[in-house]
């Protein structure tokens, strides 16, 4: 039996057991993973892959493709190149073709289609992004789910929710044997940890003696709490005193795990959202207390050196503007899905003259691409995975040879060698490096070291060491219409596996099943096959990952802080087609 990990973006890094010709399992012992892996990976060999590089359309040798792409780099001044990297594997060695296109003076698109402006929020109060894995929670007594579903997103935290007060707090019910759902209106979410703060102030909840000696900046914190009229907190969160007081009722003198999900900060003022929630956690002694603590999205390389974090020329992943690009590199990305404002990212990449795709899968990019490079999958090539959602990491050795496919790291050695620029390091080499740089090795496991401790017992990772609190925001969308908010799914993960039209929407608005409605937003339209929802509120309809063509409906700029993108920081309208 030989082991992998899982490379796809997800919180829970699963340990993989592989033998050749048998279906993936999950490791037994790994002490997340404990024997079971999702149905992404449980079918990984029932999704076709690209098996043919193509040039132009026409299906040619891999190395024929690769000299057709070194060619066009070589006709094309640097600063007319653009390098477009996405996630949709998350080993360490996929940013090694980094090195070439810094190199070269080539731009290199960087920015979040995730979880980066909420992070930077967590980074603003905390210094550093840890998060908290099952492992953590499960030493809680009472866990709130506030914008994550982790029977979709985050399946190996279930266990550790058994036996806890669960609190769901989601514009959807998804969780139907949590004790308390508080369907929350969408972008209501710092709204409610000010609220949260007011109440629990008022009943003087507050962990004085925390507040003293672990924080600073609760004065200010205090006066953005207090002074927000509470008809207007409530108003923006959508939920009553009484539902609010009966959270903290269910929290009061427990040890409380907030796990807090993306959706919440899909809006400009992203880092807000973050930093308000954690603020609330602070003010309450629930953040850096074993038991307790608010997990998001750790930044999965937190305490490590990246070698391929190299200074470059740099656009926004957000909304770059392709056409201003003669040559665009596309490696496991699939840009005219996933990015916003798809239809201008369509017409920009049109005209580019010459695309380059490097990637798994077949999808809407690699296929308006001129040149088409099979990559290697995780078993093909030698790799390394850091979870954001807990802190082991995991090997993924080279298991099975594809000589059709090129690794990233094959990929950039061959960009290296055409422009006679020193090649780069074995992948082995890069990986011991990384490890040593921040990992411990216990029992046989690679563990980040900033977790030899509950995460923030010790310190926090600001200047002073202590957690700072909100003190300002601005929040200024004004919009008319439905709010649309999009959500994961258990077939799809983002626009990876199955791509699909289906809308649900609220029964209020009185709609058939299967009847189609055009959704407009200032950006662009798009059209759905109608599916009721009893589980929304009359406002609101939901998307989940993979809809074919959300991105013509959302926003292209950034947020405020992070370099993300604020896809729900819009209103829709609705028509019959
Ligand atoms: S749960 Fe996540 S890490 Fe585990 S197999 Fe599924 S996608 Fe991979």
């Known amino acids: 039996m030989e082991y992998t990990t899982c490379p796809l973006d997800c919180f829970d890094g699963c340990s993989v057991e592989y033998e050749a010709g048998k279906k993936l399992r999950g490791e037994k012992a790994h002490p997340i993973t404990q024997g079971y892996l999702c149905p992404h990976l449980n079918h990984w060999f029932k999704h076709p892959r690209l098996e043919k590089a193509r040039v132009e359309g026409a299906e040619v040798p891999l190395h024929t493709a690769l000299e057709a792409a070194i060619t066009s780099l070589k006709e094309t001044p640097p600063h007319k190149i653009l390098f477009y990297k996405g996630s949709g594997n998350l080993?360490?060695?996929?940013?090694?073709?980094?090195?070439?296109?810094?190199?070269?003076?080539?731009?290199?698109?960087?920015?979040?289609?995730?979880?980066?402006?909420?992070?930077?929020?967590?980074?603003?109060?905390r210094g550093l992004n840890?998060?908290?894995?099952?492992?953590?929670?499960?030493?809680?007594?009472?866990?709130?789910?506030?914008?994550?579903?982790?029977?979709?997103?985050?399946?190996?935290?279930?266990?550790?929710?058994?036996?806890?007060?669960?609190?769901v707090i989601d514009p959807v019910a998804i969780m139907p044997s949590a004790q308390l759902?508080?369907?929350?209106?969408?972008?209501?979410?710092?709204?409610?940890?000010?609220?949260?703060?007011?109440?629990?102030?008022?009943?003087?909840?507050?962990?004085?003696?925390?507040?003293?000696?672990?924080?600073?900046?609760f004065e200010e914190f205090k006066e953005l709490f207090l002074w927000t009229p509470i008809r207007v907190l409530a108003e923006r969160c959508g939920l009553s005193l009484e539902e609010v007081a009966h959270m903290l009722t269910l929290m009061k003198g427990k040890k409380v795990a907030f796990l807090v999900g993306t959706g919440v900060q899909r809006y400009a003022h992203a880092h807000t959202v973050l930093r308000a929630i954690d603020s609330f956690a602070a003010m309450m002694g629930w953040l850096g207390t074993r038991g307790s603590g608010v997990g998001y999205l750790s930044q999965s390389g937190v305490g490590f050196t990246n070698p391929f974090d190299v200074p470059s020329k740099e656009a926004s992943l957000v909304n770059v503007d392709f056409s201003a690009y003669e040559v665009v590199v596309i490696q496991g990305a699939n840009p005219i899905s996933q990015m916003p404002a798809s239809s201008v990212v369509r017409?920009?990449?049109?005209?580019?003259?010459?695309?380059?795709?490097?990637?798994?899968h077949e999808n809407a990019t690699s296929a308006l691409a001129d040149i088409v490079l099979p990559a290697k999958s995780f078993l093909e090539k030698e790799d390394l995975k850091a979870s954001y959602g807990h802190h082991f990491l995991g090997r993924m050795p080279k298991l099975t040879e594809n000589q059709n496919a090129l690794s990233e790291h094959e990929f950039c050695t061959a960009l290296m060698e055409a422009f006679g620029y020193e090649t780069p390091k074995s992948e082995h080499s890069y990986i011991e490096d990384f490890l040593v740089s921040g990992a411990v090795e216990k029992k046989g496991r690679w563990q980040n070291r900033l977790y030899e401790t509950w995460?923030?017992?010790?310190?926090?990772?600001?200047?002073?060491?202590?957690?700072?609190?909100?003190?300002?925001?601005?929040?200024?969308?004004?919009?008319?219409?439905?709010?649309?908010?999009?959500?994961?799914?258990?077939?799809?993960?983002?626009?990876?596996?199955?791509?699909?039209?289906?809308?649900?929407?609220?029964?209020?608005?009185?709609?058939?099943?299967?009847?189609?409605?055009?959704?407009?937003?200032?950006?662009?339209?798009?059209?759905?096959?109608?599916?009721?929802?009893?589980?929304?509120?009359?406002d609101t309809f939901l998307l989940h990952s993979g809809?074919?063509?959300?991105?013509?409906?959302?926003?292209?700029?950034?947020?405020?802080?992070?370099?993300?993108?604020?896809?729900?920081?819009?209103?829709?309208?609705?028509?019959?087609?």
């Open 130 to 167: 840890l998060t908290l894995s099952p492992l953590h929670v499960k030493e809680a007594d009472v866990v709130v789910l506030w914008g994550r579903n982790p029977t979709v997103t985050n399946t190996h935290m279930l266990p550790a929710l058994q036996g806890k007060t669960l609190i």
């Open 181 to 217: 759902h508080l369907p929350i209106r969408p972008r209501g979410d710092v709204y409610l940890a000010l609220l949260l703060a007011r109440i629990a102030y008022m009943e003087m909840l507050e962990d004085v003696a925390f507040i003293e000696a672990r924080t600073e900046g």
């Open 455 to 538: 995460p923030y017992e010790k310190t926090f990772y600001t200047p002073s060491g202590k957690f700072c609190f909100l003190e300002t925001f601005d929040d200024t969308l004004e919009a008319e219409g439905m709010w649309l908010i999009f959500a994961k799914w258990e077939r799809s993960l983002n626009s990876q596996f199955l791509p699909h039209h289906v809308l649900h929407v609220p029964p209020a608005l009185g709609l058939e099943d299967a009847q189609h409605i055009r959704l407009s937003s200032p950006y662009g339209s798009a059209i759905y096959e109608v599916k009721n929802d009893a589980r929304l509120q009359k």
């Open 347 to 360: 017409t920009g990449l049109g005209k580019v003259k010459k695309v380059i795709y490097l990637g798994l």
């Open 547 to 577: 809809a074919n063509d959300a991105n013509a409906l959302t926003p292209s700029f950034e947020t405020q802080e992070g370099h993300s993108a604020a896809y729900q920081e819009m209103h829709v309208t609705w028509e019959h087609v």
């Open 91 to 125: 080993g360490l060695m996929q940013g090694v073709t980094k090195l070439f296109f810094a190199k070269h003076g080539a731009v290199i698109a960087k920015g979040s289609l995730c979880d980066e402006g909420g992070g930077f929020g967590v980074e603003e109060g």
